[in-house]
C-alpha cells in the first residue's frame, strides 16, 4: 500500500524549503560612495586650474558642467543600481558566473542606448547655441559616467572594493593630470579630460569583470526577465539619488539662490561649494562603515543565515542574532563618535580652511550644518545598508521616500524662511530619515527569527 | 576587408570632423547635427567592423550584437571605439585570475548549547545475548538494535542477518534497513566504480577503477554482507578485476597482491593464494600481516608441522593481541 | 489540472471510499482490492476521495472508473506547503485556540492512555469546530511561533532548528487540508476508508462533523508501513554532534513521524466501527495500537475463481522455469533479494529465468537501483522486467508466483496464482505463511501449497525454488494451492461480509437522519447544536 509518507523525502530537502537567502549581499548603497570620490576630484581640478586659466569662470563652467553631469547620471541610472546588483547577487548565489559578463553588457546597452538618446536630445535643444565640441564632450561624458555607475555599484556587490578605490584612483589621476594639461583649450580642455578619466576608469572596470567572469554569449538580457525584476528596488535607487540631489537641484533652480553659468546649467554659489566641502568630511565615517559592517556585522550576519540554513540550534541562531545587533549598534555607535570628531576639526578648523582658500567667512555657519548633515548621511548609508542585508526592502522603500520627500519639503521651507536657514532643510530631512531607520531596526531585529522562519 | 576599408575611411572622417571643431569653435545646431548624422554613419562602419571581429560562437542574435557596438560607438565619440577595440582584442588576452586556493582556513567548531534532553542513555553489555533474549521488550531490544549503527561493520552485520528472523516485525524490519543501506551504499559506489571504468579516457584510469572495483566487491564479502553463492560471486568479481588491475602494473605495492591472496583463498584456490601472499612480502609487505593466513594454508594442507613453523615465526612479534590465542593454543607461548 | 474536469461529480452519493496513494491512480493490490469491491456493488453510489502527496508524483488514472462510481475528487496534501506569498501576513495568534493546542500536546506527552479520547475531542474541535485553530495561525502568528520554540526547547534532541520547524511545518499543515476536504465533500451516507494516516484522519473528522459510520478496511498496518519507510529512510537528517548522540536513539525526527502516524491512527481508530483486519496478526496489532477489540474483526482477500480458472488449461505440460514476482518495483517487495536469488538459481540451473512484472514508475531511484544490480550480478538476459502485465496473459507462462517482500497482508497475486494453478514462493511476511501452509488444521491438511522462507536471504530462497520445482513437489502444491483457493478464498464469500457491512452502516446512518432530508445529519456531534450561521453550517 502506497501511503503518502514515503514521498515526504522530496520535501525534505531544506534549500528548496528556506527559499534562496541572499548569502551575497549590497554593499550597493555603498556604490553612492564614489560620487563623493568625484566631488572631491572635480574640487581639486577647480582649485589647481584656479591660477591657471583665465577667465576665471572657465572653471566654475567646467565645475558646474561635472556636477551636472554626476547628478543627472546618478538620477537616471539609480533605478538600474540595486536592482542590477541584486540580480547579480543571487546568480552568483546560484552559481551562474556565466551569466555575469553578458548580463552587464546588456545593462550596459540598455543604458547607453537611453543615456546617449537623452544626450542628443538635449544636445539639440537644451544646449542649442553652445560650442559643438563642447555638447559632443558633454554628450560622451553622461554616457560615460551612467556605465562608470553600473560597473560600479557591480564590482562593489561583488566587494571588490580594493579594486573600486585603486580604479577611481587611476581615473582621477588621469582627469586632472589630462585637466591640467589640457589647460590650454579652456573649458573644452578641462572637460576632455574629465572624459578621458571616466573612460579609462569604466575600461579598467569593464576589464576587471571580463577578467573574472566569462560568459559564452556577448549579451543576454535575463536580468529584465520578469521573475528577476524588483521594482521595490528600482523605486529605491531612484528615490535615494532623487533624495541626496534635491536641496542641490532646488537650490540652483531657485531664481534667489542661484545664477545661470552655461547655456540652461544654474548653480549656486552661496550653497555649492559649501555642500561640496562638507563631503570632503564624511570620509572617515565612510571608512569605519565600512569596516564596521562589511566585517563584524557580516561576520555574525553569514553565522546567522548559516545556523539557520543548514542547521544550527534555536539557541545558537539566537545568539548570532544578538551578536549582529551588538555589531550594527556598535558600528552606529562609531560612526557616531568618528564623524562628531570630523564635525569637532570642521567647526575649529572650518575658518582657517575657508580663508586659505579664498573663500568668504560668510559660507561658514552653512559648511558647518551641511558637514552635520553628511554626517548623518553617513549613519543613513550604514543603516540601509543593513536593511538591504536583512532583505527588508519594504522599509528601505519608507525610508527612501522619506529622505527624498523631507529632503524637498523641507528645503522648500528654508528657501522660504531665507538664508539663515538655508542647510537645515537637507540636515533635518536625513535626521528623520535616520531615526524612522533606527526605530524600524530595532523592532525588526527583536523579531527576526520569528520573521525569518515563520513569514515564508 | 572592403568592410574594415570602410570602417577606416570612415574614422579617418571623423577625426578629421573633430579636429575641425576643435580648430573652429563652431557654435552652430546645424554642425552638431551634421556631425552627429555623419558620425553615425562611420559608427555604424565602425560596428560592422566590430562585429566580424567578434568570435561567432558569442553572438546570439547578430543584429542585437551589432546594435550594441553602434550604440556604444555612437555615444561615446572617438573613445566608444577605442573601448569597443580594447574590448574585442585586449579581454581575451588578459590572464585567468588564479583559482581560489584549494585550501580554506575553517575557525575553531563552537560548542552547541543545544543539549539532549534525555540523560537515561542505553547501557547494555552483552549486545549479542540480550538481542536474542526475545523475552526482553521489544523497545529495549529495539535500542540495542540500533545501537548497532555505531559498531564496526564486520562485526554488526552478523548480528544483524541474525535479526533478520527474528519474531518481532519491528525488529526484523529495522534490521533489514540497517543491512541494506550499507548494502546500498556499496553498490552505489560499485555502479560509479563501473561507470568510471567504462568512461576511462587513457588506461591509467581505466586501472585505478578496476582497483577500485575489486576492492568494492572484497567490501560485500568483508562487511559479511553476501553469503553462499553471491560471496564467491563477489570474490569472482574482485578477482577478475584485481587481475586486470595488476596485468601491466609493474613494481606494485603490496596491497593489491595481499588482496588476491586473500580472494584466490577464498575461492579455494590455495596454492596460487599462497603464490601471491609471498609476492606481497617480496613487495614489501611486513611478514607477520601475512603469516596467519601462510598457516591457515598449511593448515588445509594438513601440514601441521609447517603450522608450527609459521606460527612460531609469529612469537617474534608480540603485538597481535587477537593471534594470541591462537598460539597458546598450539602451545606457543 | 488536464483531465480533472471530466471526472464525474455528483450532490450526494451512499458511501464514500475514502484513498490515500492508491486507486485509481497507484496500481497494486489494495487498488485491485477497492476496484473489486467497487464493481461487486453495483447498486451503491459511490463517492471516492483520493488523496496524494503532490499532482506530479502520479501520472494518469491506472483504472477505469466503475459506473457506480458517481463522484471523484482529488486532494494533494504536499502541494500546498506554505503559503502564496501575498497571503503571508504577520499576526498574533489566538491564544485560546493555542492554549488547546497546548493542552492536547500536553497529553501526548504524558504517554499515558487515559485521556486519549479527551485528546481527540480536542483534536477535532480545533480542526472543525467552533474555535477552529485558523490555518494561516498556525503558518505566521507570534503564538505559533512561541509554542514551536518552546516545544523544541522542550524536547527536540536534535540540534537543527530548521529541520524541526519544517518537520512540524510539513507533518501538520496536510491537516488543514483535509479539513477543507471534510467540510466540502459532497453529502454521504456512510464513510469508509481503506486505511488510517491521513485518509483515516479525514474520515474521523468527517465521522464526527457529521455523524455518520466510518468503516476501516486496513490491508497492510498503516503505521508500521510508515515506520519501514522511516527505518530506511535516509533523507531524514541527525544532526546530533558526537557529544549531543544518543547512540541507542533514531533521529529525533524519525521518531516525531512515528508518534504523528500512530496518533493518526489512534483517531482513525477511535471512530471507526467495524474495524477491519485482512488476517489474524493484523487484528491483533491494530487492537495494540488502539483499536477496541469488540470492533474488529477479519475478513480475507477473496478472488474471482471462475474467471482465472480457464487460464490452468492454457499452460504446457511442463512446467516452465519462470520464476515471476508480480509487484510494483519499490523497496518494500525486496526486488532485489529476488534478483540475487536468481544469480544462485541461475548457477545451479541455467535454465531458470526471473520475471519481474510491475511498474517502475514509482519510485525510480529504487527502479534504477534494481537494474544496476541485474548488471553488475551478469544476470542480464536471465532477469527481465516486463512492466505492468495483465495477469491472463502472464499466469499460463510461468512456473512460480515469488514475493520476495519484507512486509505484505494478504497478497492478492498468491491467491490469483493458485486459482490459474501456480504455487507460490514467498517470505514469511504477513498472511504468507497461512496462505501457503494452511491456517486451521482442516487448512493445513490440504498441503503446502508452495514453500515459506525468511526474509532477505537470497540464498534459502534460490534453495526452496529448486526444491519446489521438482515436478512431484511442484504438481502437489499447484493441487494443494487450488483446493485452497477455491475452499477459502473465493470472491463471493468477501463480497457476503462486505454486503453485510455497508448494509448495516447505510441503515445506521439513515436512522440517524430526519427521514425527508436523508445524509443530513441532524446535530453538531461535537457541540449537539444545530448549525446556525453559514460559517459553520454542515455543506448540504
Known amino acids: 500500500m502506497a501511503g503518502i509518507g514515503f514521498e515526504l523525502r522530496n520535501l525534505l530537502r531544506r534549500d528548496s524549503l528556506l527559499g534562496l537567502l541572499q548569502a551575497y549581499s549590497y554593499a550597493a548603497i555603498i556604490g553612492s560612495g564614489p560620487w563623493v570620490l568625484s566631488i572631491v576630484g572635480i574640487l581639486f581640478v577647480g582649485l589647481l586650474s584656479h591660477a591657471v586659466i583665465v577667465p576665471n569662470f572657465l572653471v566654475t563652467q567646467f565645475q558646474v558642467s561635472v556636477t551636472y553631469l554626476i547628478a543627472g547620471s546618478l538620477i537616471l541610472t539609480g533605478p538600474l543600481q540595486l536592482a542590477f546588483t541584486r540580480f547579480i547577487s543571487d546568480r552568483l548565489f546560484e552559481k551562474r558566473t556565466d551569466l555575469v559578463l553578458s548580463n552587464l553588457n546588456g545593462i550596459l546597452l540598455f543604458t547607453v542606448a537611453i543615456a546617449g538618446a537623452l544626450g542628443v536630445l538635449c544636445g539639440l535643444t537644451l544646449f542649442s547655441g553652445l560650442g559643438v565640441l563642447y555638447r559632443i564632450l558633454m554628450l560622451g561624458g553622461f554616457t560615460l559616467l551612467c556605465c562608470v555607475w553600473i560597473a560600479t555599484i557591480l564590482l562593489s556587490g561583488l566587494k571588490r572594493y580594493g579594486a573600486i578605490v585603486a580604479l577611481y584612483g587611476a581615473g582621477y589621476g588621469i582627469v586632472v593630470s589630462a585637466a591640467l594639461l589640457a589647460r590650454p583649450w579652456g573649458l573644452e580642455g578641462l572637460l576632455g579630460g574629465f572624459v578621458l578619466g571616466q573612460f579609462v576608469l569604466f575600461v579598467g572596470m569593464w576589464l576587471l569583470v571580463a577578467r573574472h567572469f566569462r560568459s559564452p554569449r556577448l549579451l543576454s538580457f535575463e536580468f529584465a526577465l520578469k521573475e528577476y525584476r524588483y521594482p521595490s528596488l528600482m523605486l529605491i535607487g531612484l528615490l535615494y539619488n532623487l533624495g541626496v540631489w534635491a536641496d542641490k537641484i532646488m537650490f540652483w533652480l531657485y531664481p534667489d539662490t542661484a545664477t545661470a553659468v552655461i547655456g540652461p546649467l544654474r548653480a549656486s554659489v552661496i550653497y555649492d561649494l559649501p ?13 569605519v562603515f565600512l569596516v564596521r559592517i562589511e566585517t563584524d556585522f557580516v561576520e555574525f550576519y553569514d553565522r546567522f543565515y548559516n545556523a539557520v540554513r543548514s542547521g544550527g540550534s534555536l539557541t545558537y ?14 558600528g552606529l555607535m562609531e560612526i557616531g563618535k568618528i564623524q562628531t570628531l570630523a564635525l569637532l576639526i570642521a567647526l575649529i578648523a572650518g575658518p582657517a580652511a575657508l580663508q586659505a582658500l579664498g573663500i568668504s567667512p560668510l559660507y561658514q555657519p552653512l559648511f558647518n550644518i551641511q558637514t552635520l548633515g553628511a554626517s548623518l548621511q553617513v549613519g543613513l548609508l550604514a543603516l540601509l545598508n543593513v536593511f538591504f542585508y536583512l532583505d527588508q526592502r519594504r522599509i528601505v522603500l519608507q525610508v527612501s521616500v522619506l529622505f527624498a520627500l523631507g529632503n524637498i519639503a523641507f528645503t522648500a521651507l528654508t528657501l522660504h524662511l531665507g538664508a539663515a536657514w538655508y542647510g537645515y532643510g537637507y540636515c533635518v530631512a536625513t535626521l528623520l530619515a535616520l531615526v524612522v531607520g533606527l526605530y524600524q531596526l530595532d523592532r525588526k531585529l527583536d523579531h527576526l527569527e520569528y520573521e525569518t522562519f515563520m513569514l515564508q | 576587408m572592403s568592410q574594415s576599408k570602410l570602417a577606416l575611411y570612415a574614422l579617418l572622417l571623423e577625426l578629421s570632423a573633430l579636429l575641425q571643431l576643435v580648430m573652429t569653435h563652431s557654435t552652430s545646431d546645424l554642425v552638431f547635427a551634421s556631425f552627429m548624422a555623419t558620425h553615425a554613419i562611420a559608427s555604424a562602419a565602425v560596428a560592422s567592423l566590430a562585429l566580424l571581429l567578434l568570435p561567432s560562437h558569442l553572438t546570439r542574435s547578430a543584429q542585437v550584437d551589432w546594435l550594441f557596438f553602434f550604440s556604444m560607438v555612437l555615444c561615446v565619440p572617438l573613445l566608444g571605439f577605442c573601448g569597443v577595440m580594447i574590448g574585442l582584442l585586449v579581454a581575451p588576452l588578459l590572464p585567468r585570475p588564479n583559482r581560489e586556493a584549494a585550501l580554506h582556513t575553517l575557525g575553531l567548531p563552537e560548542l552547541d548549547p543545544h543539549e539532549n534532553h534525555d540523560p537515561a542513555r542505553f547501557r547494555q553489555a552483552g549486545l549479542r ?12 531490544r529495539l535500542k540495542a538494535l540500533i545501537t548497532l549503527q555505531h559498531a564496526p561493520v564486520q562485526f554488526a552485520s552478523p548480528v544483524l542477518h541474525d535479526m533478520l528472523a527474528d519474531a518481532s ?40 577503477a578496476e582497483r577500485q572495483l575489486a576492492t568494492l566487491y572484497w567490501e560485500l564479502i568483508y562487511q559479511g554482507l553476501v553469503h553462499g553463492d553471491l560471496r564467491r560471486h563477489a570474490a569472482e568479481e574482485s578477482l577478475r578485476f584485481l587481475e586486470q588491475a595488476l596485468q601491466d602494473e609493474q613494481g606494485a605495492d603490496a596491497g593489491p597482491h595481499l588482496l588476491r591472496g586473500r580472494l584466490l583463498q577464498e575461492l579455494g584456490r590455495n596454492e596460487e593464494a599462497e603464490g601471491a601472499y609471498r609476492q606481497s612480502v617480496e613487495h614489501g609487505l611486513p611478514a607477520p600481516r601475512v603469516l596467519p593466513y601462510l598457516a591457515e594454508l598449511a593448515f588445509a594442507r594438513r601440514d601441521f608441522a609447517e603450522v608450527m613453523r609459521l606460527l612460531g615465526e609469529l612469537r617474534a612479534y608480540p603485538d597481535q593481541p587477537r593471534l594470541q590465542p591462537v598460539l597458546r593454543l598450539w602451545g606457543l607461548t | 489540472m488536464k483531465g480533472e474536469e471530466d471526472f464525474p461529480k455528483a450532490t450526494e452519493a451512499d458511501v464514500a471510499l475514502l484513498l490515500e496513494g492508491t486507486f485509481p491512480y497507484v496500481s497494486g493490490g489494495v487498488s485491485s482490492w477497492v476496484n473489486q469491491i467497487i464493481r461487486a456493488f453495483p447498486e451503491i453510489r459511490f463517492a471516492l476521495v483520493f488523496l496524494g502527496s503532490r499532482r506530479e508524483d502520479y501520472g494518469k488514472p491506472k483504472y477505469a472508473l466503475p459506473d457506480n462510481v458517481v463522484h471523484l475528487e482529488t486532494h494533494f496534501l504536499h502541494d500546498s506547503l506554505g503559503s502564496r506569498a501575498a497571503d503571508i501576513v504577520a499576526s498574533k495568534g489566538d491564544p ?17 492512555r487515559t485521556d486519549l479520547a ?7 474541535e480545533l480542526m472543525l469546530g467552533n474555535d477552529v485553530l485558523a490555518e494561516s495561525d498556525f503558518l505566521h502568528s507570534e503564538e505559533a511561533w512561541g509554542f514551536i520554540t518552546a516545544s523544541y526547547r522542550r524536547f527536540c534532541a536534535d540540534p537543527s532548528f530548521v529541520d524541526y520547524f519544517w518537520t512540524v511545518r510539513i507533518m501538520h499543515q496536510p491537516l488543514w487540508t483535509l479539513a477543507r476536504v471534510a467540510k466540502e465533500l459532497i453529502p454521504v451516507r456512510a464513510l469508509h476508508s481503506v486505511s488510517t494516516g491521513y485518509a483515516g484522519f479525514l474520515g474521523s473528522l468527517l465521522a464526527r462533523s457529521r455523524g455518520l459510520p466510518l468503516i476501516l478496511s486496513e490491508h497492510g498496518i498503516y503505521t508500521k508501513e510508515r515506520k519501514i519507510d522511516l527505518y530506511q529512510s535516509e533523507w531524514i537528517s541527525d544532526n546530533r554532534n558526537i557529544f549531543q548522540r544518543d547512540a541507542s536513539e533514531l533521529s529525533h525526527f524519525r521518531t516525531m513521524w512515528i508518534h504523528f502516524f500512530e496518533w493518526l491512527g489512534r483517531m482513525c481508530y477511535a471512530s471507526a466501527d ?7 496478526t493484523n487484528r491483533l496489532r491494530q487492537i495494540s495500537d488502539g483499536a477496541l477489540p469488540e470492533r474488529t474483526s477479519n475478513i480475507p482477500n477473496g478472488v474471482a475463481i471462475a474467471r482465472l480458472t480457464p487460464l490452468r488449461e492454457k499452460r504446457s505440460e511442463a512446467i516452465p522455469k519462470v520464476l515471476c514476482l508480480i509487484g510494483r518495483v519499490v523497496p518494500i517487495k525486496d526486488i532485489k533479494t529476488f534478483i540475487r536469488a536468481m544469480r544462485i538459481l541461475v548457477n545451479r540451473d541455467p535454465e531458470a529465468e526471473g520475471w519481474i512484472a510491475g511498474p517502475q514508475d514509482e519510485d525510480p531511484d529504487y527502479a534504477r537501483e534494481c537494474n544496476d544490480l541485474v548488471d553488475s550480478l551478469g544476470l542480464t538476459d536471465k532477469v527481465k522486467f516486463l512492466g505492468f502485465q495483465k495477469i491472463d496473459d502472464l499466469m499460463p507462462r510461468i512456473g512460480l508466483v515469488v514475493l520476495s517482500s519484507i512486509s505484505e497482508a494478504l497478497p492478492l497475486v498468491i491467491l490469483e496464482g493458485y486459482a490459474a494453478g501456480v504455487p507460490t514462493l514467498a517470505t514469511d511476511v504477513g498472511s504468507c505463511r497461512q496462505l501457503v501452509y494452511g491456517l486451521d488444521a482442516e487448512d493445513q491438511a490440504l498441503g503446502a501449497s508452495g514453500r515459506v522462507v525468511g526474509i532477505a536471504n537470497p540464498q534459502a530462497l534460490a534453495e526452496a525454488a529448486i526444491d519446489l520445482l521438482q515436478p512431484d513437489n511442484w504438481h502437489a502444491a499447484q493441487a494443494a494451492g487450488i483446493a485452497r483457493v477455491e475452499k477459502y478464498y473465493a470472491d463471493h464469500m468477501m463480497f457476503d461480509r462486505y454486503r453485510e457491512i455497508y448494509e448495516t452502516a447505510l441503515q445506521r446512518s439513515s436512522q440517524s437522519a430526519t427521514p425527508d432530508s436523508p445524509g443530513q445529519p441532524m446535530r453538531c456531534p461535537i457541540h449537539g447544536h444545530a448549525p446556525t450561521g453559514k460559517g459553520d453550517a454542515w455543506p448540504a
Open chain 3, 118 to 124: 479527551a485528546s481527540d475531542t480536542l483534536a477535532a
Open chain 1, 275 to 287: 555642500v561640496f566641502m562638507a563631503y570632503l568630511f564624511i570620509i572617515p565615517g565612510m571608512a
Open chain 3, 274 to 280: 467495524p474495524i477491519i483486519a485482512l488476517y489474524e
Open chain 1, 317 to 330: 541562531i539566537e545568539t548570532m542574532r544578538d551578536e549582529m545587533l551588538y555589531a550594527i549598534r556598535q
Open chain 2, 129 to 140: 545475548h540480550f538481542l536474542r533474549n526475545t523475552r526482553a521488550p521489544i523497545d529495549l
Open chain 3, 96 to 112: 485560546l485556540a493555542f492554549a488547546r493546542v497546548v493542552a492536547l500536546h500536553e497529553i501526548f506527552h504524558q504517554n499515558g
Open chain 2, 169 to 208: 516485525e519491528d525488529l526484523r524490519l529495522l534490521a533489514y534497513g540497517m543491512l541494506e543501506s550499507r548494502e546500498k551504499q556499496l553498490n552505489a559506489d560499485i555502479r560509479e566504480a563501473r561507470l568510471a571504468r567504462q568512461a576511462a579516457p587513457d588506461v591509467a584510469t581505466r586501472r585505478a
